[in-house]
């Protein structure tokens, strides 16, 4: 059955695309693009093209992006276990590209889940630095957490938060912040049919009051000159050019600037947003006829022509141009002198000689995108002040947690010295046994809902040690005392993702000549590391998650 576009939008499209509009709408009748991105923290773009199994073509503005053909599956391949690439539609790669992250620097993604653009800013961290990725709705930040331990990120803090309690504890601290704002999703409508379906629910003029919320807020958590890249997946020129204006006028310190890869995309209609300001004068929609849906306590504000002619400096991905979805991206460069990496405001990541108490969510499922209710509990929570039911991170231990504290750091380092050849780097944080290596103190976690507070590594109950499989995905083979080589096209390989146990000659157990094979062992496919096994006389004792196996 063919796509179903709402009448409305149809209409809106039309107007506003005059002769391009036939192009545009053909465009529905084509398959979305499929994509893949290579994940450079645990392989190299140039190690990926030796072996992978896809016929690929690169994704012109992103340079580890590619295109996989129509009907290729890459999740149900071995690579896609060892995290070696994100599934991710083409466009949804520009913003943190745009973004332009360099190693060392303090990211905020905002409204992150279900974590592509996080991996992908990890990616470009490069192990250094800070990423704090963060989503508004519980549910989704299962999948968020997830993809940062299959990806093998170690300096990334996931939280479940507002936008205004982060600001509270992270006033000035950013010098990259990406917003992937909820929007009406008018650009997935290919991609998703129900986005489609459930438009006419979603009130863009609502979108784009929250938006311009959100962005406010967000500028408080910028140090001077830092960069905010703020993207949409809708055409609407109310949640994209204007809401930028809005922003413009009232944050006179930030300016618009053409995003790297522009050469790619369209530029921002200014013009449209132009005619935005008409149809909110008159309050009726110029193009459709009918009423604004805006709030009647929500008093109109013009915007000045200076800023809505910065916004065609802004960059627009139309399905009908490019191989890719519907998206709006806009960098917003804070005009203030950049500051030096200073200790007294980047917390520095070195190991701790204590551990501290932590708190970590236990989410329950993860949506594709968040809902309209999601929105709207937001507003309803920042406009009351509301706190969630969730119990935030206590930063406060007793004497009895910090003689139990260093207990653990003795059985964590005996641990390393049988089973790791690793060097610890980051600060500690624990709460219930569970134990994280974190790149920020647990001070500036206090008071926030945080899901992990760092990376996972692994639990200590009655006195032992037992590593996480966030751990394992995070190892190189070299920081291992034992591993196991399992080779992609085996079916040895399925069973361990299966969950099976597998039959392994002592001889097959990588490792040093003083080392013993018994043990826990690094399990890798083609030399990336999948998982934890347990082996003991011919026997691998299979560690791999119930929750991530092969099905």
């Known amino acids: 059955m063919a796509l179903q576009l709402p009448p409305l939008f149809v209409q809106r499209m039309q107007d506003l695309l ?31 093209q030796h072996i992978t199994p896809f016929a690929l073509r690169s994704i012109p503005w992103c340079p580890t992006g590619y295109y996989v053909e129509e009907g290729t599956r890459p999740g149900k391949h071995p690579y896609y276990h060892a995290g070696l690439y994100y599934i991710q539609e083409p466009s949804a790669m520009a913003p943190v590209e745009a973004l332009d992250v360099q190693p060392g620097d303090r ?70 912040i990406l917003v992937d704002a909820p929007c009406s999703g008018e650009g997935m409508f290919r991609k998703d049919e129900d986005m489609a379906r459930q438009w006419a629910n ?93 709030d009647s306590d929500t008093p109109y504000q013009s915007v000045s022509t200076a800023s809505l002619e910065q916004t065609a400096k802004s960059a627009r991905l139309w399905p009908h141009r490019i191989e890719g979805e519907g998206h709006y991206i806009c960098v917003l460069d804070h005009q203030g002198v950049t500051e030096e990496l200073e200790e007294n405001h980047l917390i520095q990541v070195t190991q701790s000689s204590t551990f501290s108490k932590a708190y970590t969510d236990k989410p329950k499922r993860a949506d594709k995108r968040q809902s309209a209710k999601d929105q709207q509990d937001w507003k309803s929570d920042r406009r009351s002040g509301k706190k969630g039911k969730e119990r935030r991170l206590d930063s406060k231990a007793s004497s009895a947690d910090q003689h139990e504290s260093l207990s653990m750091i003795e059985v964590i380092e005996e641990f390393t010295a049988r089973e790791l050849q690793l060097e610890w780097s980051q600060n500690w944080i624990h709460f219930g046994g569970r134990i994280y290596q974190s790149p920020i103190t647990e001070e500036q976690l206090k008071g926030l809902k945080v899901v992990r507070p760092g990376w996972f590594v692994g639990t200590i109950k009655n006195g032992r040690f037992t590593p996480s499989h966030a751990l394992a995905t995070a190892l190189q083979p070299v920081e291992a005392k034992r591993c196991i080589q399992l080779q992609s096209h085996s079916a040895e390989a399925i069973s361990y993702l299966k969950g099976e146990t597998l039959t392994i000659d002592a001889e097959r157990v990588e490792r040093n000549a003083d080392t013993l094979p018994k043990g826990y062992v690094l399990v890798c496919i083609d030399g990336y590391s999948v998982g934890w096994g347990k082996w003991l006389d011919g026997m691998l ?8 196996r092969w099905t």
């Open 541 to 548: 004792k299979n560690e791999y998650p119930a929750g991530w």
């Open 107 to 176: 990211v905020l993604d905002l409204c992150a889940a279900p974590g592509g653009k996080s991996t992908q800013i990890a990616a470009a961290l490069r192990g250094q630095g800070i990423l704090v990725t963060n989503d508004i709705s519980a549910d989704r930040t299962k999948a968020l957490a997830k993809n940062m331990e299959l990806y093998g990120v170690r300096n990334a803090v996931v939280l479940n938060e507002t936008p205004e309690h982060i600001a509270e504890q992270f006033a000035g601290f950013f010098n990259k």
């Open 202 to 294: 979603h009130s863009v003029e609502r979108c784009a009051i929250m938006q311009q919320d959100i962005l406010n807020i967000v500028a408080k958590m910028l140090a001077p000159g830092g960069r905010i890249v703020y993207s949409t997946c809708t055409f609407a020129p109310e949640e994209n050019e204007r809401s930028i204006a809005v922003f413009l006028d009232q944050h006179a310190d930030f300016q618009v600037t053409t995003p790297r890869q522009a050469e790619h995309f369209a530029t921002g209609h200014s013009d449209w947003a132009h005619q935005v300001e008409q149809e909110l004068q008159v309050g009726t929609s110029v193009l459709s006829g009918t009423a604004l849906d805006v």
């Open 18 to 48: 005059g002769d391009e509009f036939q192009s545009f709408i053909d465009s529905y009748q084509e398959s979305p693009h499929a994509g893949i991105r290579i994940n450079t923290l645990k392989i190299t773009d140039q190690d990926f």
